[in-house]
């Protein structure tokens, strides 16, 4: 057994920050995630991390932007406003090809919205978010565990694919307070060299150059078939996703983050009273599970898609079952959190609706 | 190739030792010819910048910041290590290096677009902060790499191609004295703003860049070197016309001298 506490998901994703060998921290006070650079203040600079509180969340990603090139380990954290100010500089790290973690712990929008949990930023988060043709690797915690499981993964798969992660989270994942056990990790087994990083040129070597720069379309082409390459890469090697009771469903719930352990309750609930629902919990956001989505859909009937947010990720289900079965979603908005009761009826309905339409075209 | 090895290979050997090298290209140079305007100051602080780097001998130890404007490209000239930032946000990146990277020397270049409007908030955060770096800051009055538009800097009644009647301050307020601003923070250390328009201006400012690399090393705070700088092209003057029109027009508001020095 290792270091179990009983933590709040802010702080867990901050502490496994400090034992995930983080160098560097740059943050801007914002609810619900400011429990990250508190902790931090404290805990991480008494244990040698770099931690500078910002003038703002632009100010954040471009000090991460500065501290990635020169080859640290670093992080930000915001919540969807100030994750929202980032997108120019995280897309000129996607671009310059930089490792860094970023979090966002959703609140609801749009505008300032509200400080309650939300998953409003699924498309901000998965389908690049600022401007130009990249991705971020998303990971999305359904537990207080996840928050800081996903931390050393994040720093993993950044450092291994020279490319920003992002943990999306909610305000409830950040604020509520669970068990939590820290894996053993020795950042020196994880961080690999970094032999483009400007730490200075030596005379043995041509000088590093971070850039996101290439005013020759043929040269910016390039960069951009580079990055390509590196995300089929990446769909290839790191889809992550989980089913629950899956392999006798007839009906199928799918979510992500707070939204599936809401609606894993839900699917107990169906299961008591007899319906055969499985749940598909996508964890990597970005790559997506399209295929985990696609053979679920040759098996089930229908499906049901649960998001805090007017209709997200129930896209990226659609791209993955193309018609095979018809996919119903029920979404709470504002920082609303569906209850199990809600979703078990709307399964109900969904299943009523899916059948009724499959008596209709048969 | 550069001029320098063409008259070099005029020379034969014997000749050669008859001449004694009183000026040529750094070597922390890289062979890439400026695509600067002809009489644009950005090439001569390039240059001296990079005197500086070399004579100090710490090329090996200096990490630069280019900015975007005209100078977005300097890491095509400046042989040493460099990270390209976005828009307004160089100090905040030079800012991180030097906080990774505490013994090694670190440069943001930026243009007066770049500091002065965009770029506000970290320009004043990083020299409140007191964060151990040099700013150099290359004031023309004006946005040269878009193509001529007013800057925070431009002087009142100076026509360019968003104030084509002329900047007035009903519509755009006043040339923003920022370097004058950053002097007044207690974290900043010495500011000084210099010129590159003759040769005894050059002079003084090679001299005020190694006093900054100087107080760098010292870790005294934040350093900012000034250059009231022309641009021909955006001013539509010939060079000598533009270093005139400086000296007539430029110097009044942005006097040269020290905004802040340390006190004996």
Redesign the interface.
Known sequence: MGDVRLMKGNEALAEAAIRAGC??Y?GYPITPQSEILEYLSGEGRKRGM?V?Q???E??SI??????A????R?MTTSSSPGISLMQ??LS?IAS?ELPCLVANINRGGPGLGTIQPSQGDYFQATKGGGHGDYHVIVLAPSSVQEMADFVFDGFDLADTYRNPAMILADGALGQMMEKVEFREYDPAEHVPPKPWA??????TRE???????Q?ASEDMEKVNLKLQEKYRTIEAREIRCETIMTEDAEVLLVAYGLSARIAQKAMQMARAEGIRAGLLRPITLWPYPYAAVRSLAEQVSGMLVVEMNAGQMVEDVRLGVEGRVPVSFYGRMGGIIPSPEEVLRELKQAIAKQTTKQVEVS | MSETEVIENALTEEEQELFECVYERPGTLTDARFHYCPGCGHSVVHRLLMEVVEEMGI?????G??PVGCS??A?NYL????????HG?AA??????K???PE?YVFSYQGDGDLAAIGT??T??TANRGDNFLIVFINNAIYGMTGGQMAPTTLLGMKTSTSPSGRTVETAGFPLKISDIVAMLPGSYYVTRHSVHNPNAVRKLKKALVTAFKYQNERKGLCLVEVVSNCPSGWKMTPTEANEWLVEHMFPVYPPGDMKTPKA
């Open positions: 160098q560097a740059f770099i500078l910002a003038e703002s632009v100010a471009n000090m991460v932007y500065g501290a090139g020169a080859g640290a670093v120019e500089g000129y310059a400007t730490v200075g040129k030596p005379p000088r590093n150059i971070i850039t996101s720069l005013l | 090329q090996q130890d200096t990490i910041v280019a977005v490209l890491y042989d040493i290590d460099m990270q390209e930032a976005a946000r905040a990146v030079a800012s991180a290096i906080r990774i990277l090694k908030a970290e004043i955060h």
